[in-house]
């Protein structure tokens, strides 16, 4: 249904960094660029994620309880696009590991302080 999601930034090239490093541990790249625009994801794949200054002119800001959700394919990849966030200038909101018996999560933030986790759900 979600075709793709967009965050704000205050500094592009800033952030670009860490969502070139995210989009490449999870098998993409960019697939659209402008000058206050970057969106990553494959076309006619599944959603996509966008990175723009806001289109109003005013400075980017974080939703309160807004969160992106990155589906993983295994914990360790869980683990390490957690562990890649950080190296791009995230911040960590909740370390890697298990949130009941069949959901295993990383929460971060980018450096604008979008909240994103990265996920993967286990049959029960």
């Known amino acids: 249904m979600i075709g793709y999601v967009t965050l704000g930034t205050n500094d592009l090239d800033r952030a670009a960094p860490f969502y070139d490093a995210i989009a490449a541990e999870l098998g993409t790249g960019r697939m659209m660029?402008?000058?206050t625009f970057i969106a990553w994801g494959t076309p006619g794949g599944p959603a996509g994620i966008g990175l723009t200054k806001?289109?109003?002119?005013n400075a980017a800001s974080v939703g309160n309880g807004t969160m992106v959700a990155l589906e993983?394919?295994?914990e360790a990849q869980?683990?390490?696009?957690?562990?890649?966030?950080?190296?791009h200038g995230g911040s960590c909101e909740g370390a890697?590991?298990?949130?009941?018996?069949t959901f295993y999560a990383?929460?971060?933030r980018d450096p604008d302080g979008n909240k994103l986790n990265a996920f993967v759900m286990k049959q029960g």
């Open 72 to 74: 993983a394919k295994d």
């Open 96 to 101: 890697p590991g298990p949130r009941g018996p």
């Open 78 to 87: 869980v683990d390490r696009l957690h562990a890649i966030a950080l190296a």
């Open 106 to 108: 990383a929460y971060f």
């Open 54 to 57: 806001p289109f109003d002119g």
């Open 33 to 35: 660029e402008f000058e």
